[in-house]
């Protein structure tokens, strides 16, 4: 049994932060984003942080991971604090729902 046929997945992309990235890439599994939610959206802030280490092969996973998508933030959320370095970034969600993919 799949676990989305016993928990309803939002429809639509969801937004990372670098943390489920890094965890999913970590066991070579990036492919469950997928499976759970059929596309994931990365701001560009996040890319660059997942990005800072280990680029190469970083760089390759993200590659052959075609349903992840870096985005830019439209201005409202990339001013709030919530995606941009500063002391306010450990509030950031892990998973985001979102319809839409913003900036787009």
Same mark, same amino acid.
């Given at each position: 049994?799949?676990?989305?046929?016993?928990?309803?997945?939002?429809?639509?992309?969801?937004?990372?932060?670098?943390?489920?990235?890094?965890?999913?890439?970590?066991?070579?599994?990036?492919?469950?984003?997928?499976?759970?939610?059929?596309?994931?959206?990365?701001?560009? +802030?996040?890319? +660059?942080?997942?990005?800072?280490?280990? =680029?190469?092969?970083?760089? =390759?996973?993200?590659?052959?991971?075609?349903?992840? =998508?870096?985005?830019?933030?439209?201005?409202?959320?990339?001013?709030?604090?919530?995606?941009?370095?500063?002391?306010?970034?450990?509030?950031?969600?892990?998973?985001?729902?979102?319809?839409?993919?913003?900036?787009?």
């Amino acid at each position: 049994m799949s676990l989305s046929a016993t928990w309803n997945m939002p429809e639509g992309p969801v937004v990372l932060n670098n943390t489920p990235l890094v965890a999913f890439w970590a066991i070579g599994r990036l492919d469950l984003l997928r499976d759970l939610f059929g596309e994931a959206l990365i701001p560009q +802030a996040v890319q +660059a942080e997942f990005l800072a280490m280990e =680029r190469s092969s970083r760089e =390759r996973a993200l590659a052959e991971a075609t349903w992840i =998508r870096s985005v830019t933030l439209a201005p409202s959320l990339a001013g709030s604090g919530i995606y941009g370095p500063g002391p306010r970034r450990g509030r950031s969600l892990g998973l985001w729902p979102r319809k839409g993919a913003p900036g787009s």
